[in-house]
């Protein structure tokens, strides 16, 4: 009996030992390995982007002064044309001068209405309205009698 469970053990393991080969076989076949890619990818990527880094520094530093100066030129004339292409607004400026002194009376006016407005108390008004709605409520429901005689002529 124990050769025989010897047996079966050893068959078992070379079963399992065979069907691991035919696994490796067969991913080996069928299957890319991408990790070594991969890493090697990531070697390239570092590279080019060392390189790159290392081009990008040796290269001159730019010259804006040119730049600089024609903005300042461009600025210059634009002040100058700014100072004698103004228009004259001194006519509109006098015409809205006279337009307020002529409306200052009219304001003068509209203030003191406010205030008259502000002082008139309206509390007599509001009471004696109360008054009144309170009596429409309570008012009784005055008996109508219907005589049968005059009812739908």
């Known amino acids: 009996m124990g050769l025989l469970i010897a ?9 399992a030992a065979c069907g691991a080969l035919f696994a490796y076989w067969w991913f080996r076949r069928h299957y890319e390995d991408v990790t070594l890619e991969y890493s090697r990818s990531r070697e390239e990527w570092s590279a080019w982007r060392r390189g790159f880094e290392e081009r990008l520094a040796a290269r001159p530093e730019v010259d804006l002064r040119p730049l600089t100066e024609e903005l300042t030129a461009l600025s210059e004339e634009l002040t100058a044309l700014d100072d004698s292409m103004r228009p004259n607004l001194a006519a509109v400026e006098k015409r809205l001068t006279a337009i307020e002194h002529a409306l200052f009376p009219v304001q003068t006016r509209l203030d003191e209405l406010e205030g008259a407005v502000r002082a008139f108390s309206l509390t007599p008004v509001l009471e004696r309205l109360g008054t009144l709605a309170s009596r429409l409520e309570n008012q009784p429901n005055p008996e109508v009698v219907v005589s049968e005689g005059q009812v739908g002529h």
């Open 7 to 15: 047996k079966i053990l050893f068959l078992l393991v070379l079963a």
